[in-house]
């Protein structure tokens, strides 16, 4: 293959991982993240926030707190981080809100759940262990490097917030709405996955769409690739349509209200059903599965546009809608550069190179499962299978550890975005802190698995 080949096959290698992502992860996961960021900002008092997780909040309290705040969160890296900028913005302490991005996507619940019961129960154990550690310790060193410019944050922020009131209930109740709208959508429960209702349209010419669509954008899930669905591509022009609407009817919201501001709501919240939703495209049509997805997101959104119509003022609304919009505008743009050159870099990295490097427990195999973690980033619960699928191959428990424990953490979209929320010093000494970690406690981790007593680790 010449220059150009190589080069174009990169190219769509990068746009079908962005398409795929865009149509997978961006709408039930992502896009609720920011309101829920939004929020944050606009509808909750600076003490709420600083009253658990603040710079002079006891540490016992703070890192605990935050830790605990990020367990029932079964999100990825690249979603946790508009909330992550939503709780520092609003004055939480650099150290507590470094635990709480580290430990979500590390440590929730649901990914403990999912690797005890598909690795093994040793496993999910120290990854909850190593996590909870590692995120407390990786707090507590950034804020002990940036003491300084933590303490400015804190002053910014009580210049920004001091007249805040007292958090109304109904913003509590809206807030937690929105999270009960992300859970349900990324949440792989029974009582939200399976079906109650088929219905089927009579519409042709869907199945030959989607059979193009994964030609051209092949499923691969040994390398993340998830292929786009016709689901998906219609999916895909929804969110561009949000976008457009959006940018007419919020952008210039400080100048009043306007049609487009209410035709961005409406079709935020039908996308978000359409998202919900399963589709089947066969011969005769299309089979539309009503699930317990989208009978939790259709609930959410009702009570939501309760809430705004009759306990928000025009001047909460207009708040809450443009401080989610500045955080789209912030970091959607470096979302969709993180996970085109994901879907480039890729290409270059082959699974097997992890199998050789890693074989055995040692710091270069372990640094292999941390790298391989940002470059072949998987959505949030895909680590597990891939995990299970080099474990097959022969990688050793450890790395395969330190993989776990970084592929959540450190994708490359979401180290840029966080940079534009905490700067690049400050992103760059995080992500040294949680590859070392990461390393370190895979390779803990493999020379107990080796038969290595307790009392050698602690000398180690």
């Not at 561009?240 to 959006?246: A, C, R, Y």
């Not at 049609?259 to 919900?276: D, E, G, K």
Request: proline share 4%; charged share 10%; net charge negative.
């Amino acid at each position: 293959m010449d220059f150009l080949s190589i080069s174009l096959h990169l190219f769509y290698s990068g746009l079908g991982n962005l398409a795929s992502y865009l149509a997978a992860h961006v709408l039930l996961c992502l896009l609720p993240a920011f309101y829920i960021a939004g929020a944050m900002t606009a509808l909750i008092p600076k003490e709420t926030i600083t009253r658990f997780l603040g710079r002079e909040r006891p540490k016992y309290i703070s890192y605990p707190a935050a830790a605990l705040a990020g367990s029932v969160l079964a999100v990825c890296s690249c979603t946790i981080v508009p909330l992550f900028a939503g709780i520092y913005k609003k004055g939480a302490g650099l150290g507590p809100a470094i635990t709480f991005l580290f430990f979500a996507p590390a440590a929730n619940i649901l990914a403990l759940i999912y690797t005890g019961g598909i690795i093994g129960v040793d496993l999910a154990f120290a990854r909850l262990f190593l996590s909870l550690i590692f995120g407390i310790g990786i707090g507590l060193i950034m804020a002990w490097i940036f003491q300084h410019d933590d303490k400015a944050h804190d002053e910014a922020a009580d210049a920004l917030f001091t007249s805040e009131d007292r958090m109304q209930q109904s913003a509590l109740i809206f807030l937690l709405v929105l999270i009960a709208l992300l859970l349900a959508g990324t949440l792989k429960i029974a009582l939200l996955t399976d079906t109650y209702v088929i219905v089927t349209l009579p519409i042709s010419g869907i199945d030959n769409l989607q059979m193009f669509l994964y030609q051209l954008i092949p499923f691969d899930p040994a390398r993340g690739g998830e292929g786009v669905s016709a689901q998906g591509l219609l999916l895909i022009i929804m969110l561009v349509l949000i976008g457009f609407t959006s940018w007419l009817g919020i952008e210039s919201i400080f100048d009043g209200f306007n049609r487009w501001t209410w035709i961005s709501l409406i079709l935020l919240s039908v996308t978000l059903l359409v998202a919900a939703i399963g589709m089947r495209p066969h011969a005769g049509g299309v089979d539309i599965f009503i699930n317990g997805k989208c009978v939790g997101v259709f609930i959410s959104l009702v009570v939501l546009c309760w809430i705004i119509k009759t306990k928000f003022t025009e001047d909460q609304i207009r708040d809450l809608l443009w401080e989610s919009w500045k955080f789209v505008k912030q970091i959607f743009p470096l979302l969709v550069v993180g996970v085109f050159l994901v879907g480039v870099i890729r290409e270059l990295i082959k699974p097997e190179w992890i199998e050789v490097l890693a074989g055995q427990n040692t710091l270069t195999g372990n640094l292999a499962g941390v790298v391989f973690g940002i470059f072949m980033y998987f959505p949030t619960l895909v680590e597990v299978p891939i995990a299970q699928m080099f474990l097959s191959l022969g990688m050793h428990r450890g790395p395969l550890l330190a993989y776990l424990m970084a592929d959540p953490e450190l994708s490359l979209q979401s180290i840029l975005i966080t940079a534009a929320i905490i700067g690049y010093t400050k992103t760059w000494t995080y992500v040294a802190w949680v590859a070392l970690f990461s390393t370190l406690a895979g390779y803990l981790y493999g020379v107990w698995i080796d038969g290595a007593s307790f009392t050698m680790l602690s000398l180690m």
